[in-house]
C-alpha cells in the first residue's frame, strides 16, 4: 500500500485491541534499520495484571512519540535531532556529538546510543520509505493491523477517522510535548512507567544490567506501584550520563564563583584590590575551566566533534548557549589574569565585576539546561537557578577560606569568606531538604526524590550532603571560626558536601523510567 505524498503531519494511530504482542515491528525496523542489539526503536511492553486464575496481559508499541513540540530537537546543540515539514522527528548521526542530552530531554525513553555509530538514533517513522510513497515497515508487518500511519489534517485519512471515531490516550500528555502518537484501549499500567512492578528477570530474558548505571532503578516497596500487575516484559535503556556529568558540575560551580567574595568584599568597602590574592583566584579559575572542558569532552561519544557546538551551534540549545558562556568567561577571565600580571590595577577593578557575573551566568546555566531535559522530572524545579548561584558563592567561600597567607589571604578575607559560606550553607541546606519535604508535582520527580532520601543514594545524601558537608562544617565554624585548621577543614567538608549532592541529584534524576 502506498501513502499519499501530499501527507503534510503524520501521526500514528496503535489499537491495542488488535495487538497481539508478537514483536513483528520490533523485528521488521531492526532489519529495515540495521538497529544493533541491545537497543530498540520501537519495542513491545507486556504487563500482567491480577491474581491467577483471574489474570490478563496487556500489551503496548512503545516507539518516538513524533512530538509536535519535540525537546530533544530543542536541547540538541548541533541540530543533529531535527523536525521535517511532515512533522516526523528525525536525526543526523553525521552531526551527532554524542552528549546524550536529547536522550535526558525525552520523556518516553524513545533515545538510544547506537553502539556501533557511537551517536544518537530513534525511530524516524520510515522517513526513507515514506519518500518513496510507502509505508513505515512496522505498519506493513503487523498481522493484525494494529498501527495505522497517515495525515492527522486530512478529515478522510484513516488515522483521522481512527481519532474521530475512538477514544484514544497519549503517554505523558502533561509534559506538553503534543505527541502524535495515538493509543486506543490503553491501560494506565503500561501508559504510565512506575506502575508495574519489575523483577529481576522477564518472561523470556534477564533484565539487561549490561547498559551504563544498570538503566533504571525499580523500588520493590514503591508506593507508585498498582496492586497485583507486574512487567512480564520490557527493555532496558541505559543512563545516558555518566559520572563525568556531576564532577564537571562540581568543578564549573567552584570556577564560576571564585572571585565573587573578593567582588562583594570590595563593594562593601571590607576588602581592596590584592594582586596576589587575585592572581591566584584567577589563575585557579583558568586551570579549573580547563578541566571543566575535559570532563564535558570526556562524556561524549564523539569526542572528535566538540567544536560543532561552538562552529555551527543550535542556539535554542543551553548546552550551546552554555558553550559560548564558558568562552566569555575564560576570556574576561583570562584579561583579567593578565592584567594583574601586569601590575594595571585600574584595568583588574574594572573587569571585576563583569567577570563575577559572567561566572555566576556560567553557574546559572547548568540550570537552564537542566530545565531544558523534559524527561526529567526531579530537575525541573524553579528554585534550580537561584541554588546554582547558591552553589557557585559557596564554593567561592570554601576555597577562599582554603587560601594560605602566602597565597594573599588576610584575616578580613578569611572572616568575609566565612560569613558567605555559612550563609551559602544555610540556604543550601534549606534548598535541598525543601526539595526533599515539600511534596512533588509528578510521580516521576516523586520516584527520583525516594531514590535520593530512601533509596541507593539516601547514605550519600544523608551522611554526605547534608551532615557532613553542611550540618558539621556550619558547627565548626559557629563553634571555632577564627580558628585557621577549623576554616580549613569547613571549607573541604563544604566542598565535599557540594558534590556528593550533585551526584545524588544528577544520577538519581536519570534513574527513573520513563516508558
Known sequence: MQIDLKIVRYGVVIDNRRCIGCHSCTVACKAENKVPLGVNRTWVKYVEKGRFPHVRRVFQVTRCNHCEKPPCVAICPVSAMYQRENGIVDFNSAWCIGCKACMQACPYDAIYVDPDRNTAAKCHLCAHRIEAGLEPVCVV?????????GDLDDPKSAVAELLARETVRVRKPEKGTRPKVFYIDADESTMVPTAARHESFYMWAERNRQVRGGGALHIPDSPFLQKDTLAAYDVAHDCPWGWQVPVYFWIKSIASGLLAVPAIGIALGRL??????DTVLSTLILILMGITVVMLVSDLSQKHRFLKVLASPQHQSWLSRGAFLLVIYTVLCGTFWLSDLAGQLWLSLVLLWPVVLSGLLTA???????GQCDGRDLWQTPLLPVHRIVQALLASAAVVVLLP??????????NLAVTVLCICLILHLLMILGEIAIPPSTDNAAYSIRLIARGPYATLFWAGAV???GVLPLLLLFTAANNVAVMGLSGLLALGGLLAFECCFIMAGQRVLNS
Open 467 to 469: 551532615a557532613l558537608g
Open 141 to 149: 508487518v503487523c498481522p493484525e493491523r494494529a498501527m495505522v500511519v
Open 364 to 370: 546559572e546555566y547548568t540550570a537552564s539546561l537542566l
Open 272 to 277: 581592596s584590590a590584592d594582586r596576589l590574592r
Open 405 to 414: 597567607t602566602t597565597f594573599g589571604a588576610t584575616v578580613r578575607t578569611a
